[in-house]
């Protein structure tokens, strides 16, 4: 069975800093995806890393896919209140997604 | 171009009581998917209809069942509802499973 482990499960953090989080698997996924969560809404789609060591960036988000297809990481370079939000990673195989239970961020301004 | 579309967005049902959730997307997408989302747990696949004509279960399928009416709409329904299916319920299209369209959610309450 195939599962995804999110670290931290919440952040905290002043407007400014950077922080990274993270997504582990003992499985080896085609693909993962991150999406992000706001209250009452449902996620959206950041990014898909499908290469081992891939570095995809989108603004101030970095996101990396290990070597071994894994794990990933998302990186923000100072985070902005806007950044605040539930993150979730998925992968799976075929139509059958699964999905981490996700890092709740909470950036003050 | 409303993307995927959800109702009703909230409700409160007795145990026992039987219910449907409507969902409808205007991408022109084949695929479309059911997940519940509690907390701590991220989301989970209730079922998902690869195509029109066809569904498949999901991770957790007990109690559900779903039907794909046409390419646009794709409903859950709960037969006898438990107050363990308390729940946002989460429907979702895509043209590829990698990249995946949310509907805002409707959120289920069973006494």
């Known amino acids: 069975t195939q599962l995804l482990e999110q670290s931290p499960q919440f952040l905290s953090i002043q407007e400014g800093e950077n922080l990274t989080v993270y997504c582990n698997s003992s499985s080896v996924f085609s693909s993962l995806q991150w999406y992000r969560q706001e209250p009452g809404e449902g996620p959206v789609l950041l990014v898909t890393v499908v290469t081992g060591g891939e570095v995809k960036k989108l603004k101030r988000l970095t996101f990396q896919f290990g070597d071994a297809r894994k794990d990933s990481s998302l990186h923000i370079t100072a985070a902005q209140p806007g950044d605040t939000g539930l993150y979730l990673c998925a992968g799976g195989e075929g139509f059958k997604t699964i999905f981490g239970a996700g890092t709740r961020l909470f950036v003050k301004a | 171009n409303a993307g995927v579309t959800q109702t009703p967005k909230f409700q409160v049902l007795k145990t026992g009581q039987s219910m449907t959730l409507q969902c409808a997307q205007d991408?022109?997408?084949?695929?479309m998917y059911w997940y519940r989302q509690d907390p701590g747990m991220g989301l989970r696949l209730i079922y998902y209809?690869?195509?029109?004509?066809?569904?498949d279960k999901g991770e957790v399928p007990n109690g559900y069942n779903v039907s794909r009416l046409n390419k646009r709409e794709f409903s859950l329904r709960l037969e006898s509802a438990a107050p363990s299916q308390t729940s946002v319920y989460f429907c979702?299209?895509?043209?590829?499973?990698?990249?995946?369209?949310f509907g805002p959610g409707t959120r289920l309450l069973v006494l």
């Open positions: 991408m022109n997408h084949n695929s």
């Open positions: 209809s690869a195509s029109e004509g066809t569904t």
């Open positions: 979702a299209s895509s043209v590829r499973a990698e990249t995946q369209y």
